[in-house]
């Protein structure tokens, strides 16, 4: 079914509901047909999204039936909700954010739960004796976790991290797929500083060569690269150099060299 088609009754849906309580969750999964109905109940104000970033497809699929009996599938790459915000990349931001791991690395536990002005203000006209946005538990507020929060932030700033991040976008993305030509790549993929790349599988044994590349990048080449079966994944530090990145693909094209 396409994108378009499978969201239309859920939107139509949602819209014409007046007298209940909606909530709409999604997460960094929610893609495509899913994005496009959370953007229109957003613009539209029927009900909170709630839940992370979501993937940021923002692309509609539509097969167009032609009279000789063949179809024209056409993909709309972008997206834009009513008042022109995108889709593709971002994503849709959610009215209340979860989110955990990534604020501190996971060196240290923490999570915590960002919401819109609109939402935290609704709950500030409550009796004055109660707790108005009641969220608090045992260890919440932990000075140290905070402490651990508050550091990267600090650090993103002053060292220009995002900035030297994109910049590195270019040149990660080209190094990665110049490893598409090898005869054991199967695939290669990026977004931003994110990649993946596919391995053939040995038959019947699914995950070997993923296995056998992983521990000769670490114990021969002193490079970690994270796999699953057969995928390699690549997230470099977002403070790498270029001369890491490539130093890395080297590697990883050596290895892939010397094995079956």
């Known amino acids: 079914m396409d994108d378009f088609e499978a969201a239309e009754p859920l ?3 949602v819209l014409a509901v007046n007298d209940r309580v909606v909530v709409a969750l999604v997460n960094g999964g929610s893609a495509s047909a899913s994005e496009i ?3 229109a109940i ?4 029927r009900a909170p ?9 923002g692309t509609i699929l539509n097969t167009i039936r032609l009279s000789d009996q063949s179809a024209l599938r056409l993909g709309v790459r972008e997206w834009l909700t009513p008042t022109g ?3 593709f990349r971002v994503g849709v931001t959610p009215d209340i954010i979860t989110t955990a791991k990534g604020l501190t690395n996971g060196v240290i536990p923490m999570g915590a739960v960002l919401v819109r002005d609109e939402i935290y203000e609704a709950f500030m006209h409550g009796p004055h004796q109660l707790i108005e946005l009641f969220h608090g538990y045992t260890y919440s507020g932990h000075p140290v976790a905070a402490a651990a929060g508050v550091a990267p932030l600090e650090a993103y700033e002053e060292e220009g991290t ?3 991040a994109r910049s590195l976008e270019g040149h990660f993305e080209d190094a990665l797929h110049s490893l598409a030509d090898h005869p054991l790549v199967t695939d290669v993929r990026n977004f931003g500083l994110m990649g993946g790349v596919d391995l053939a599988s040995l038959p019947g044994s699914i995950g070997t060569r993923g296995l056998t590349v992983h521990k000769r990048l670490f ?3 002193n ?3 994270r796999h699953s079966a057969d995928l390699l994944q690549f997230a470099p530090f977002l403070n790498s150099r270029p001369e890491d990145i490539s130093m890395t693909i080297d590697k990883v094209r050596k290895v892939l060299d010397s094995i079956d």
């Open 85 to 87: 915000e995108g889709v």
């Open 42 to 45: 957003k613009v539209e104000g």
């Open 37 to 39: 109905v959370s953007g």
């Open 49 to 57: 999204i709630v839940g992370e970033q979501t993937f940021g497809t």
């Open 11 to 13: 939107l139509e849906a």
């Open 219 to 221: 114990w021969e080449e």
């Open 223 to 225: 490079v970690v690269v």
């Open 162 to 164: 995002f900035e030297q």
